[in-house]
């Protein structure tokens, strides 16, 4: 493995999220498969799934886990500080190599220093340059020694951009199996085999909690009215964001009707609950290339605050802002998006999802066809492009 054999590599990382953490995750499980007697210095931002690789996170990862423009713009001051003080840690350490994991909005700038000062940096996870802020492009270019993306497609833009890239597949394509297990799901949930299960998933950061949730619950109501014994189940990212979301239940008077819901919240287990429905409420993200990795039919809902909707939905190149659908390069599931995703115009679409049968079969094979182009040896794959810009 050349100079990182036999020494102790200092490797710096920043994940945001959740979805980050598990794709950084990822990637130094694979690190220590290649090395596996390489005790590698790790730190900088990371998660709970990062930590069980021995990474430390100098700053809490919840931090930076904010979504919108005028959202951002609200906690500035404090991401911009968190930005400024691990720049300085590793301009003064200089790591063998920086990779920013997703969160392109502050990891950009911070690899754009930092290689300016001789420290090879990766970006995994390419920012969605072509859905919306195209001219970034020029900006990576100046940030990244090396880009790992996680779609087939995106390997081209960065080759004909001249920036060094690999395709490393995504690793939620190994994680969730190609035929996944519905009645284990349910019998782990305690969940009847013959119910119709529809999983709720309105999002892991707090300030899509606060955009989607009454939303999506108020959509739980309409449905039940239709049939009352659909059954519900809500996973939450968190402790927090259950206790969040307890608290806006609450705060939208819906404590009263939540508890004659057939409603079953729980921490964690959102691949159970996925696996388990029949359909999925789902807020535009990583959860919905989850749930089409699940084979499932879905809804894909997002709201914000007002004023980001109006800068943000010009700003976009194509129709779609699913996953699956980009994907697809057609709307195989349903958007609604801010004003359109009404209580009454979701639970439509879900209650179309549920009963249309073909529509069901098409997605099966369409959402099969989408994992194995997506399943790589991703832990592996990863490893070795860091590696080998290590080496370098």
Same mark, same amino acid.
């Given at each position: ?5 036999n ?6 990382? %920043? ?5 980050? #953490? ?25 998660? @709970?799934? !990062? ?22 713009? !609200?906690? *500035? ?8 003080? &691990? ?11 920086? +990779? ?26 390419? /920012? ?6 195209g ?43 190609m035929?996944? #297990? ?9 969940? /009847?085999?013959?119910?119709?299960v ?9 300030s899509?909690?606060? *955009?989607?949730? %009454?939303?999506?619950i ?9 049939d009352?014994?659909?059954r519900f %189940? ?17 705060? @939208?008077?819906?404590q009263?009707?939540?508890?004659d &819901? /057939? ?23 990583t ?9 499932k039919?879905m809804?894909?809902? *997002?709201?914000?605050m007002?004023a980001s909707?109006? +800068? !943000?939905?010009?700003?976009? *190149? ?10 697809a390069r057609?709307?195989?599931? /349903? ?8 209580? &009454?115009a979701?639970a #439509? ?25 997506? &399943? ?16 370098n």
């Amino acid at each position: 493995m050349g100079i990182v054999d036999n020494t102790v590599a200092s490797i710096a990382m %920043v994940a945001g999220e959740s979805s980050g #953490d598990l794709l950084a995750s990822c990637l130094l499980s694979g690190l220590h498969t290649l090395v596996p007697d390489n005790q590698f210095k790790l730190h900088g931002i990371g998660g @709970a799934k !990062m930590a069980e690789h021995g990474f430390v996170s100098d700053f809490p990862m919840e931090k930076l886990a904010v979504r919108g423009l005028f959202e951002v713009l !609200m906690h *500035y001051r404090e991401i911009k500080g968190i930005q400024r003080a &691990l720049r300085d840690r590793l301009l003064a350490e200089k790591p063998s190599v920086f +990779i920013g994991v997703d969160a392109p909005d502050f990891n950009l700038g911070l690899e754009m220093q930092l290689k300016q000062a001789g420290i090879p940096t990766i970006h995994y996870i390419s /920012p969605s340059i072509w859905a919306w802020r195209g001219g970034r492009i020029k900006k990576i270019i100046r940030a990244a020694s090396h880009m790992l993306v996680v779609f087939p497609f995106e390997e081209e833009i960065y080759q004909q951009a001249g920036v060094p890239v690999t395709y490393v597949g995504h690793p939620l394509a190994e994680i969730i199996p190609m035929v996944p #297990d519905g009645a284990a799901a349910r019998n782990a949930l305690n969940l /009847p085999q013959a119910a119709t299960v529809i999983a709720l998933l309105p999002g892991s950061r707090m300030s899509e909690l606060k *955009y989607n949730a %009454v939303t999506f619950i108020q959509a739980a109501q309409v449905l039940t009215q239709r049939d009352s014994t659909l059954r519900f %189940v809500v996973p939450m990212a968190g402790q927090a964001q259950y206790a969040y979301f307890q608290q806006l239940i609450a705060q @939208a008077g819906l404590q009263a009707a939540w508890q004659d &819901l /057939p409603i079953q919240v729980m921490i964690g287990q959102s691949h159970a609950a996925m696996a388990a429905a029949d359909a999925v409420l789902v807020a535009s993200g990583t959860a919905s290339l989850e749930v089409a990795l699940f084979k499932k039919p879905m809804v894909i809902a *997002y709201k914000m605050m007002r004023a980001s909707w109006e +800068i !943000m939905r010009h700003m976009g *190149y194509q129709p779609w802002i699913g996953l699956p659908n980009i994907l697809a390069r057609e709307f195989l599931v /349903p958007e609604l998006l801010q004003d359109a995703a009404s209580p &009454l115009a979701l639970a #439509d679409a879900l209650w179309q999802q549920l009963h249309d049968a073909q529509h069901c079969v098409k997605l099966q094979q369409r959402f099969t066809d989408m994992h194995h182009s997506l &399943l790589r040896n991703t832990a592996q794959e990863s490893a070795q492009a860091v590696l080998n810009v290590m080496g370098n």
